[in-house]
């Protein structure tokens, strides 16, 4: 029987551990914690069905300039910490050049075509329907230019796509979400989305499954991994484990395991941010507010509202200043009482320069295999690419085509 030892139980790493099982390999999922209780946790629990294109860094110097000002809420970052990132944010201004970006979007959009039925048939087989809306999300405008801008965009990606969306003046709005108290200049409706009340309970149900299949959940470290006489080898807390094949589908944390074998990977670490907020009244469907770049999911726990990316230090102290500005912006639409938690959550997106993940064997050691990479998207893609991963390393036909996930291609 073949074997892997796959390193990271986020979604990626599930997706890849389910996939390589359904398969017939022996695998054993390796983590320092529960299953899904990092990235995978806090993000805003939406499986991005129409997020065809990959988010691209602005080009233009008024966009810059606001960045850099810090005039928006979408990117905050502390300036102490900006030299760590300008080498990885240099070449992902390089890859979003429009040619090289539509490129990338040509692949991406293969993979995006696949998430919702990936994520169906595990959601079907871990009985995790419970945790699943399939209405959609929305995005609302306040200025009226910017709601236009935003459906004639729309209007683009469902012709070259077929993504399906529409566009709902503030009194359809106000209708379909009665606990807002303003509905601005109206929304941009995404049909096809999901959403999900509470990701790490996904996680886990599909960690559940894949236990129930017959296969291994331990904790261990991941910079245990070496080459063994079977292939390779980790440290668990029941002794170590060997197996012919290892996937690194550690996320942010990839590079740093990597490095060890002679991998230099850049990769933008965006920090984010998430808390839930009591409120007599919650939304229907997450509702992401586009001037001051964050969403309000309604969560098991409580109204999530989680923010865009953070530029710091592995080792800064977290500085929720976008969460404040969030729940500022929130108040003017939504009544909202005290939050749940004593602190904000915070977690690290793994975002690769090119905008697509790496997906396939490591260039240099045989049996060593990347899946990482996924940026905004871990939660949208990871059973997708997990499925795409396990094809490949079994010799299968791929679902897509995997040339562009290739380790070593850039």
């Known amino acids: 029987m073949r074997s892997a030892i796959v390193l990271g139980a986020g979604m990626v790493g599930l997706g890849t551990a389910l996939h390589l099982q359904q398969r ?19 993000n805003a629990g939406i499986i991005q069905g129409e997020a065809v294109e990959p988010y691209a860094m602005p080009r233009d110097r008024a966009s810059l300039w606001a960045i850099a000002r810090g005039r928006g809420n979408d990117v905050h970052y502390e300036a102490r910490f900006l030299h760590r990132h300008l080498g990885a944010l240099a070449r992902y201004w390089w890859h979003s050049a429009p040619r090289r970006h539509a490129a990338a979007s040509r692949a991406y959009a293969t993979l995006i075509g696949q998430a919702i039925p990936e994520h169906a048939a595990l959601i079907a087989a871990s009985g995790a329907g419970n945790l699943v809306r399939r209405g959609g999300f929305r995005v609302l405008f306040r200025e009226r230019r910017a709601l236009d801008e935003a459906a004639a965009e729309a209007e683009r990606l469902r012709a070259a796509y077929g993504v399906r969306a529409r566009v709902l003046p503030p009194a359809e709005l106000g209708a379909a979400e009665p606990a807002l108290r303003s509905a601005g200049e109206g929304a941009v409706h995404w049909e096809d989305p999901w959403s999900v009340r509470d990701p790490g309970a996904l996680a886990a149900a599909y960690a559940a499954l894949f236990a129930r299949r017959g296969g291994v959940v331990a904790r ?17 807390a029941d002794g170590p484990v060997e197996a012919a094949a290892a996937v690194v589908a550690l996320g942010p944390w990839s590079p740093d395991v990597l490095r060890r074998f002679g991998y230099r990977i850049a990769m933008v670490r965006k920090r984010g941010y998430h808390r839930h907020w009591r409120s007599a009244r919650t939304l229907e469907l997450p509702l992401l507010d586009a001037q001051h770049g964050y969403v309000m999911a309604p969560m098991a726990a409580g109204l999530r509202l989680t923010t865009g990316a953070e530029l710091a230090g592995p080792e800064a102290a977290t500085a929720p200043v976008q969460l404040a500005r969030a729940e500022a912006a929130a108040r003017d639409l939504i009544d909202l009482d005290g939050p749940r938690e004593n602190a904000p959550w915070s977690g690290t997106r793994p975002c690769l320069p090119g905008m697509l993940p790496l997906v396939g064997e490591a260039p240099r050691h045989p049996g060593l295999w990347f899946h990482f990479g996924h940026g905004h998207q871990g939660l949208t893609l990871g059973p997708t690419t997990g499925r795409l991963l396990a094809e490949v390393m079994s010799g299968e036909t791929p679902l897509v085509p995997a040339a562009p996930f290739r380790p070593g291609r850039r």
């Open 220 to 236: 261990g470290e991941a910079d245990s991994l070496a080459p063994a006489a079977r292939g390779w080898r980790v440290r668990t």
């Open 24 to 42: 017939g390999w022996s695998v054993v999922l390796v983590d320092r914690a529960e299953p899904g209780r990092e990235t995978s946790f806090g």
